[in-house]
């Protein structure tokens, strides 16, 4: 697979508390020149990184990120304010605790608000799959795909692992037609990007694809 089929595929990732606009500025233009499907940035860059951007970029942002236990109403109102500012794509992360109790009903709902608040717009619902088990796994596979949603997504990058080829292989077997998967989280080489691709997601949350891509093309290289 060229390396151009693999950055087609990479939401080019900034989500550090210590981001400032200048590392989000030259994420954006990265983005730009390498030819990602996104940046995902905080939500309190998303405005200004629009308005840099334009038509250029896809902009994606987190909703009840990193640790989901926001209320529904927060993430919501998470949600609006970020496509008003000019957000194209939504990563919300579930309330893991609720999975934990089996209140799958309950995630389902919050999900189908926020692709309500979506409409057109792509929702990517991140289960974080380190804190889950397969059954749990298997079971938020179904309440995406019931929910609507249009990708289930790994991992934050925030928690004890992040994606995993068995978790994607997983996936694939269980998500109904028409949810894609994305993959997020430790993703470093350009073969571990291509396996993931090779196993099912469409979508790679990293930033190092990009910044090997930097470093072959650095002189003396």
């Known amino acids: 697979m060229e390396a151009k089929e693999i950055l087609r595929h990479v939401d080019h990732t900034l989500l550090a508390q210590t981001a ?5 500025r030259q994420i954006c233009e990265d983005a730009m020149t390498y030819g990602t499907a996104s940046v995902c940035i905080p939500p309190a860059c998303v405005k200004q990184a629009k308005e840099y951007v ?3 970029m896809a ?3 987190v909703i009840g990120f990193p640790n989901g236990y926001m209320t529904t109403a927060a993430k919501e109102f998470e949600t609006k304010d970020a496509l008003a500012n000019g957000a194209d794509e939504i990563d919300m992360v579930i309330n893991i605790g609720w999975a934990k109790d089996g209140k799958f009903d309950c995630i389902e709902e919050e999900i189908r608000t926020l692709k309500a608040a979506c409409g057109d717009k792509i ?3 991140i289960i974080e799959t380190c804190l889950l088990t397969e059954e749990e796994k298997v079971k938020m596979c179904h309440a995406v795909t019931r929910a609507g949603a249009d990708y289930i997504k790994t991992s934050t ?3 004890k692992a992040g994606a995993t080829f068995e978790d994607v292989r997983l996936f694939s077997e269980h998500v109904g037609d028409g949810v894609k998967i994305k993959a997020a989280g430790g993703i470093s080489s350009m073969e571990d990007a291509q396996k993931f691709l090779e196993l099912g997601a469409d979508r790679l949350g990293t930033s190092r694809i990009v910044r090997l891509m930097k470093e072959k093309k650095a002189p003396g290289c």
């Open 54 to 56: 334009g038509d250029r």
């Open 20 to 24: 400032t606009w200048e590392e989000i």
């Open 123 to 125: 929702l990517k619902v």
């Open 59 to 61: 902009v994606c942002t």
């Open 157 to 159: 990058g925030f928690s």
